[in-house]
């Protein structure tokens, strides 16, 4: 089956430090690839996707790249800011436009980022 | 424009009851999926519906039911509720059931 494992936290940093949150996957097909951030009380956002190998996502200065040789998905940022706290998921989907799977995601990552 | 709404925000029951919530996706999207976040876990994937049939189902019960509206908005229910149940309800939209999902801000439901 399909599964999502992410490096367990907290991870308490210090502003303008910088961050890595490790992902990596099991997958029975071609996925693609999301990292999904959760703010307190709220739901799910997209933070930026990759749906093909050596893929690089982007956004809000955070960076992901589609490592198919080492089926991984590490999240990046070079400098992260006390806005940046929140916990952070990745997730995969095997196939697209009407797909019997939904995304399967890893237990989520609560990132701290201290002033 | 309006995102992906859920209602009600927050529920209480108790066990053995009956619970109803409800979603309504972006206008112009036409799939919808559920999912269960139990506290300290990642979201798991219970449905998916587009053009009102089902695609999807997940690892849930049969307790678990839902279905999907002329209108794209869609209905999770869940009978003979138990402790476990305990959960925050999101319910994702998306154009087709691609791979661009967006969610709601959940339904916090508590079981007593």
């Known amino acids: 089956g399909n599964s999502v494992t992410q490096m367990e936290g907290p991870v308490t940093l210090s502003e303008e430090a910088f961050l890595t949150i490790n992902c990596t996957y099991t997958a029975t097909g071609y996925p693609s690839l999301f990292w999904y951030v959760q703010y307190p009380g709220e739901g799910l956002q997209l933070l930026l996707k990759a749906t093909k190998a050596d893929d690089k996502g982007s956004n809000k200065g955070f960076e992901a790249t589609y490592r198919k040789e080492t089926t991984s998905f590490h999240l990046e940022k070079g400098s992260v800011q006390v806005s940046d706290s929140a916990v952070y998921f990745c997730?995969?989907?095997?196939?697209?436009?009407?797909?019997?799977?939904?995304?399967?995601f890893g237990k989520g990552t609560h990132l701290i980022i201290q002033p | 424009d309006a995102g992906v709404t859920q209602s009600p925000t927050h529920l209480i029951k108790t066990r053995g009851q009956h619970v109803t919530l409800r979603c309504s996706p972006i206008?112009?999207?036409?799939?919808v999926s559920w999912y269960q976040q139990v506290l300290g876990q990642g979201p798991q994937f219970i449905f998916q519906?587009?053009?009102?049939?089902?695609?999807g189902r997940g690892n849930f019960p049969d307790r678990f039911s839902a279905r999907q509206f002329p209108n794209y908005s869609s209905e999770l229910n869940v009978n003979a509720l138990l402790l476990g149940d305990s959960a925050l309800y999101l319910c994702?939209?998306?154009?087709?059931?691609?791979?661009?999902?967006?969610f709601g801000a959940g339904t916090r439901l508590s079981v007593l």
């Open positions: 997730a995969l989907k095997v196939g697209s436009g009407g797909g019997a799977d939904g995304l399967t």
């Open positions: 519906y587009y053009e009102k049939e089902e695609r």
């Open positions: 206008s112009g999207h036409k799939s």
């Open positions: 994702a939209s998306s154009l087709d059931g691609g791979n661009i999902q967006y």
